[in-house]
């Protein structure tokens, strides 16, 4: 296009940009706005849902601001190991079903790092699954 050809070539108007909205920051240790946490619900005894099938109950919930997790008994399928699940990572919960659901695959959560008490473990846990992260 030519500035001849411009209608606006003669304004002191300016183009006006709309900013893309930037991608959401994983926040690992706090459920999402819209997953349905609520401090009423015990989430305890509930089952936990990846998107490929089930991995397990909750044994163990913590709830605080930028402190939420559940601790979770995997039973059978890997030999009942327990995992941390940060809150960032549940998208929905069902309080009627007693289900809570991921948005990782079974892989993500048997790869994650083994419990400690070491002081890096929650960085590093945070590290995992914001690396491993799927499309919200």
Known sequence: M??????YSDSDRTAEVTPQPEMATFRAWDYRPDAGWAPEFDLVGYHVEAVDGSVGKVSQAAHATDDSYLVVDTGPWIFG????????????????????????????VTASPDHSEEPGFRDKLASHYGNTGLAR
């Open 81 to 108: 190991r327990t995992v941390v699940i940060p809150a960032g990572i549940v998208t929905h919960i069902d309080h009627t079903d007693r289900r809570i659901y991921l948005d990782r695959d079974k892989d993500q």
């Open 2 to 7: 030519r500035a001849s050809d411009d209608p």
